[in-house]
Antibody, heavy 121, light 110 residues
Framework: QVQLQESGPGLVKPSETLSLTCTVS?????????WAWIRQTPGKGLEWIGS???????NYNPSLRSRVALSVDTSKNEFSMELRSVTAADTAIYHC??????????????WGQGTLVSVSS | SYELTQPPSVSVAPGETATITCGGR??????VNWYQKRPGQAPLLVIY???DRPSGIPERFSGSIFENAATLTIARAEAGDEADYYC?????????????FGGGTKLSVL
């Protein structure tokens, strides 16, 4: 069963870049799935950030597109996210997930536990 | 933009049936997915493509769509079903693709 584990700093200063990595175990990211980032802000619901495919093609949340970049490293079986110019509103639990995507469907069948990132000076 | 609307909370007595709705414009044209989220745990996919159950999800969980609302039904509710439940779809706008979650529904079993 695929396992996903997020890693990265728990504290980022305002205006800086938030960088997270998701390490995937027991499944090769070279296979046919997308790999996604989703966050949950305090007291609020889930928000999709974006998804990346093994070849590097990406889909981004339109509201975050100007600040986010996703990438994959198949040699390490991991994928990463960078979110630029962060503010306190970006404080959230960040989850990575595996996404099943076709021309009809788009769902997340495996998730990491999540990592809390706080934006504060 | 596309939005999904869920009731903030639903209560159900143990052993009874819980129904959580998810409304959206022309939602019948979309494949709806449902996730269970317990505090401190990773979200868990419980229904995908409107009514399919992933391996390991009890048959008590079912999904359907009627008119302009998707529904997650949990039969014979148990204390362990207490969690937040989120619906999710994807939507192709004029220029791009977006993945949307509903605001979540807190299910209380009491």
């Amino acid at each position: 069963q695929v396992q996903l584990q997020e890693s990265g700093p728990g504290l980022v200063k305002p205006s800086e870049t938030l960088s997270l990595t998701c390490t995937v175990s027991d499944y090769s990211i070279k296979y046919q799935f997308y790999w996604a980032w989703i966050r949950q802000t305090p007291g609020k619901g889930l928000e999709w950030i974006g998804s990346v495919y093994r070849g590097g093609s990406t889909n981004y949340n339109p509201s975050l597109r100007s600040r986010v970049a996703l990438s994959v490293d198949t040699s390490k079986n991991e994928f990463s996210m960078e979110l630029r110019s962060v503010t306190a509103a970006d404080t959230a639990i960040y989850h990575c997930a595996r996404a099943a995507v076709t021309d009809k469907t788009y769902y997340f069948d495996s998730w990491g536990q999540g990592t809390l990132v706080s934006v504060s000076s | 933009s596309y939005e999904l609307t869920q009731p903030p909370s639903v209560s159900v007595a143990p052993g009874e049936t819980a129904t959580i709705t998810c409304g959206g414009r022309n939602i019948g044209d979309k494949l709806v997915n449902w996730y269970q989220k317990r505090p401190g745990q990773a979200p868990l996919l419980v229904i995908y493509d409107e009514s399919d159950r992933p391996s390991g999800i009890p048959e008590r969980f079912s999904g359907s769509i009627f008119e302009n609302a998707a529904t997650l039904t949990i039969a014979r509710a148990e204390a362990g079903d207490e969690a937040d439940y989120y619906c999710q779809v994807w939507h192709r706008g004029r220029d791009d693709l977006d993945v949307i979650f509903g605001g979540g529904t807190k299910l209380s079993v009491l």
